[in-house]
């Protein structure tokens, strides 16, 4: 599908098989995240914007560039979107962070939102929503619906493990979005995690398990 982007970078595979591994402790499996989300930012942000301005370097004048317009906003889903906030942050200090929480209803199976806060000027940004793992799809296709209410044109998806079924869900539904992943899993299973996934990222991520 072709909003479907996978990076197979050397370095974000190498880092993945560290994450998947159940061996893997709450701090490594923390800095993990972060690395692979800023390698991969440094991709999904390929396309921004840019401007002409001229810098006057102890030599003379360079004709240079530099990111244009209302830039950008990241906006992770509560709570393991979190663990991918630090490593785009590094790349990009000065980006303008939303946060989103879901959850699943138990009657309906319907995501509910629980929480949003977002900067006053979102609808002038391109927003990027983090959510390391797609399992089916459905809340985060939930938060795209929640943003383009906000009013925001340009909104990207950035992943790390996502299932095929869901992912390709999310595509369809949302043909205008791109979305970035590191990894695709073929299977879900009975309660709903990526098999063979990496578990339950929020709980890996902050040791609540
Ligand atoms: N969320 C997770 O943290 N892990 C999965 O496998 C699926 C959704």
Redesign the pocket.
Known sequence: MKNIFVFDHPLIQHKISYLRDKNTGTKEFRELMSEISMLMAYEVTRDLPLTEIQVETPIGVAKTKIISGKKLCIVPVLR?GLGMVEGIQNLIPSVKIGHIGLYRDHDTLQPVEYYSKFPEDISEREVIILEP?I?SGGSLSAAVRIIKNKGVKNIKIMSILAARSGIEKLATEHPDVNIYCAAIDEKVNQN???DP??????DRLFGTK
């Open positions: 393991a793992m399992a709903c995690y990526i996934g990496l578990g339950d990222a929020g």
